[in-house]
């Protein structure tokens, strides 16, 4: 079983800085199958990247995903009022699973 | 527009059951794999099942045995029986719409909470 490392754990920034999100599987998987999704508390997860760096539709062309075999990285140009929420990487493997990483939460500094 | 409601959650007793359902809209139901993923009290979110298009099912570790995933083609609805309910199952249960050949769940409900207490 895949197992999917976000870190940190917390990120304190200011609007108009730039974010790095990283997330690390403790073994290789294919670009195809990594996703970033945006979760902000009340609401739905909305899917801001999948397939390592296709942003979904409707995305800010702030947000950008790279990354293959085990490192992957979310990262955000310049930070909006709006983009303070916590994120979360996933990933689909065999046998049909679905793993999410253990979050990454964006606050205001 | 695409669009999912989910409906069913509740509060419940330990060891009982629940059914969640989740109408779908906007899009081709039948053709779409859906799946069910749940957040916990403050805790991040946990894939919990999955019902291809094709007729596969597939269940997280923790809830094999227990859950069950149906869908309805002509209601265009999914639906989530829950058997055997423990405390932790207690959460925020969201259906949602994969997106083929990415594994990837691109449209997502609002959720329904279950909370599973004596």
């Known amino acids: 079983e895949i197992v999917l490392t976000q870190s940190p754990g917390t990120l304190s920034l200011s609007p108009g800085e730039r974010a790095t999100l990283s997330c690390r599987a403790s073994?290789?998987?294919?670009?195809?199958?990594l996703a970033w999704y945006q979760h902000k508390p009340g609401q739905a997860p909305r899917v801001l990247i999948y397939g390592t760096s296709s942003r979904a539709t409707g995305i800010p062309d702030r947000f950008s995903g790279s990354g293959s075999g085990t490192d992957f990285t979310l990262t955000i140009s310049r930070l909006e009022p709006e983009d303070f929420a916590v994120y979360y990487c996933?990933?689909?493997?065999?046998?049909?699973?679905?793993?999410f990483g253990q979050g990454t939460k964006l606050e205001i500094k | 527009e695409v669009q999912l409601v989910e409906t069913g959650g509740g509060l419940i007793q330990p060891g009982g059951s629940l059914r969640l359902s989740c109408a779908a809209s906007?899009?081709?139901?039948?053709?779409?794999?859906m799946t069910w993923v749940r957040q916990a009290p403050g805790k991040g979110l946990e894939w919990v099942s999955v019902?291809?298009?094709?007729?596969?099912?597939h269940y997280a570790d923790s809830v094999r045995g227990r859950f069950t995933i149906s869908r309805d083609n002509s209601k265009s609805t999914l639906y989530l029986q829950m058997n055997s309910l423990r405390a932790e199952d207690t959460a925020v249960y969201y259906c949602a719409r994969g997106r083929d050949d990415y594994g990837d769940f691109m449209n997502w409900g609002q959720g329904t909470l279950v909370t599973v207490s004596s």
């Open positions: 019902f291809h298009s094709g007729g596969g099912t």
């Open positions: 906007g899009f081709i139901f039948s053709s779409s794999y």
């Open positions: 996933q990933i689909y493997d065999w046998p049909p699973r679905y793993t």
């Open positions: 073994q290789s998987v294919s670009s195809n199958y």
